[in-house]
């Protein structure tokens, strides 16, 4: 598995999500580990979802993720949320934030 190629998934995984109801700035850097290695973004902006492999410096929050954990949550083997909290992703920055999006953003 390649770079891109967890990047293509979890865009495919958001495309279809619906975030009318986060009517703020979100930014969630998303650092992957061991395969596929690499940085990408999440981004909700005036109510839309933008995934793009890049750095986002002025983040709200940070995960960190192996790459067989990116693809599990992509198939929807668990939540991100039972993610964080069993430690399979580590979790840094604006919990509220965080859980806003947690809460608020529908996947399709």
């Not at 703020?24 to 981004?43: C, D, K, P, R, T």
Request: aromatic share 12%.
């Amino acid at each position: 598995m390649t770079y891109e190629d967890i990047v293509y998934r979890v865009r495919k995984v958001f495309e279809n999500a619906d975030a009318r109801r986060v009517l703020e700035h979100v930014a969630i850097q998303v650092n992957v580990i061991g395969e596929g290695e690499g940085i990408f973004y999440v981004e909700v902006a005036e109510r839309q979802i933008c995934v793009e492999p890049y750095d986002y410096y002025d983040r709200d929050c940070l995960l960190i993720i192996p790459s067989s954990v990116v693809l599990d949550l992509c198939e929807k083997k668990y939540t991100m949320r039972s993610a964080v909290e069993t430690g399979l992703v580590q979790f840094y920055g604006d919990e509220r934030k965080w859980n806003l999006c947690l809460s608020k953003i529908k996947l399709r």
